[in-house]
């Protein structure tokens, strides 16, 4: 029968050979790609709904539909018109639909739900330049993501605040609620944008994706 | 009572346990939260959950004890595991919902964990070569947690990445179980062990680049981190008699 030789040495140096390999495989980095599920819910529509801080009578509604979903058909911008008085304010609600659906869908209380990555911008034009303000609370659109300024005019009198917060720390605003302030009469368009700023809203324009981008026409008379 | 006694002591002293030095290496178990996974989502404010995420982990060590009699010896080990993140999808899916974008890039490192823990060992023979070691170890456990980073994209433009730093954490742990010894030769053994760890240490976690409130957002842990090892092992027995 043959001997068996045993060397210490050599069972250490082999155990701690498996122990260093044991190791150097378990301590692996794991990483996964998530992406969307199919979406089930479109926007459609979005409405401007507004009452005359002065006058709760007053209230002014426009609509802007576009029913494709894949957004190959023209929009719907018969009712995608606002009359609004001289010199007044009011406060507005930006309401957002899926009309594909039966009932309609409120998109806008799931931004509302999502509030903390979202926000609206409004830029009404004709515009000087002096009067484009881009800061962290304005609703202006900067000219390098599509706002033409206007060296002569006529420019259109309106002003844009959103009145809403999120629940970020510090607060970012929202813009579902706004106060809209009118001036003389004219006449121009209002550009109306939904941010999607995942993790990265800021308060200005320039972070994220557009969600929405559509434009009303707007009289002040 | 004297009788009884005085065969124990007789018994005790007459023989010497087999002490031995060894390694050992296995597969661990996570339990409790820690070894938990869970699907996170919150689409305004932050949310946390006791889910550690820990998935089955692996381990080595050394372990030795020194036999003052028959039966009972001091000892001691030293231990290192690592244990993945599990259900990782599961995670980035969470950070997907809670930020309603196109596509989530998550990645984490491993729970690193390593132990040094002294206390008693307890050796019976059963039969022939075959003999059961039981252990109470306490001592210390250091555990250093994930580092998770979490890249978001949506409509093809890369939002950033936010990560959730790796933090470590020393604390006080105990290590306790039993095991088979089979000598297969007189001075070489190999064993086949169950043991049962706990520690809890609280972990302050930073996170960097979070800037808007929604998601899984974990800056504190303070949940046990304790499961089951299984090992098998060698060790170089001397002190026979």
């Keep these: 029968m043959k001997r068996v030789k045993f060397s210490f040495n050599r069972l250490v140096a082999g155990c701690v050979s498996v122990f260093l390999l044991f190791l150097s495989g378990c301590n692996k980095k794991e990483s996964t790609v998530t992406p969307a599920p199919p979406s089930n819910e479109f926007l459609t529509t979005v409405e401007l709904k507004l009452v005359n801080t002065a006058d709760a009578t007053d209230t002014v509604t426009a609509i802007w539909r576009q029913l494709d979903p894949t957004g190959t058909a023209l929009p719907d911008t018969s009712k995608a018109i606002l009359g609004l008085k001289a010199n007044a304010t009011y406060s507005a609600n930006v309401v957002l639909l899926d009309e594909t659906q039966t009932p309609a869908v409120v998109v806008s209380d799931e931004i509302k739900d999502r509030e903390n ?49 999120d629940t970020n720390n510090p607060p970012l605003q929202i813009g579902l609620t706004d106060n809209f302030v009118t001036g003389a009469a004219s006449t121009g368009w209002l550009r109306v944008v939904l941010r999607h700023q995942p993790n990265v809203k800021n308060g200005t324009y320039d972070p994220g994706s557009s969600d929405l981008d559509v434009n009303f026409q707007i009289n002040i008379q | 009572m004297t009788a009884l006694t005085g065969f124990l002591a007789s018994s005790v002293m007459a023989q010497k346990g087999s002490s031995f030095i060894g390694v050992e290496g296995g597969v661990s178990f996570p339990t409790g939260n820690w070894g938990k ?25 050394v372990s030795g004890a020194w036999f003052f009699n028959r039966h009972f010896g001091i000892g001691g080990l030293f231990r290192y595991g690592t244990y993945h993140t599990k259900d990782i999808n599961t995670l980035s899916a969470g950070y997907q919902d809670s930020f309603d974008v196109d596509q989530v890039a998550t990645s984490s490192t491993s729970y690193k964990m390593w132990s040094l823990m002294p206390g008693l060992y307890y050796q019976q023979k059963i039969w022939g070569r075959l003999s059961v070691t039981a252990r109470a170890l306490a001592g210390i456990t250091h555990t250093q947690t994930p580092k998770v980073s979490v890249d978001v994209t949506d409509s093809d433009i890369d939002d950033g990445t936010f990560v959730q730093q790796s933090a470590s954490k020393t604390a006080f742990g105990f290590d306790g179980g039993v ?14 062990r169950g043991d049962y760890f706990y520690s809890k240490p609280n972990f302050t976690i930073q996170n960097s680049e979070r800037s808007n ?6 800056d504190s842990y303070n949940q046990p981190l304790a499961g089951v090892n299984l090992s098998l092992g060698v060790a170089y027995v001397f002190g026979n008699k």
């Design chain 1, 117 to 165: 990555y979202h926000l609206f911008f409004f830029q009404p034009t004709p515009i000087s330049a002096s009067n484009l303000i881009i800061s962290n609370t304005s609703t202006d659109i900067p000219v390098a993501d599509g706002t033409v300024t206007s060296a002569s005019g006529p420019y259109l009198n309106l002003v844009v605040t959103r009145t809403d917060q």
């Design chain 2, 37 to 61: 996974s869970a699907f996170i989502s919150s689409t305004n404010g932050y949310a946390s959950s006791p889910a550690g995420f820990a998935g089955t982990g692996g381990f080595g060590g």
């Design chain 2, 179 to 192: 095991g088979l010894s089979y000598a297969v030769l007189s001075f070489l053994s190999v064993n086949l």
């Design chain 2, 213 to 218: 409130a929604a998601g899984r957002l974990i």
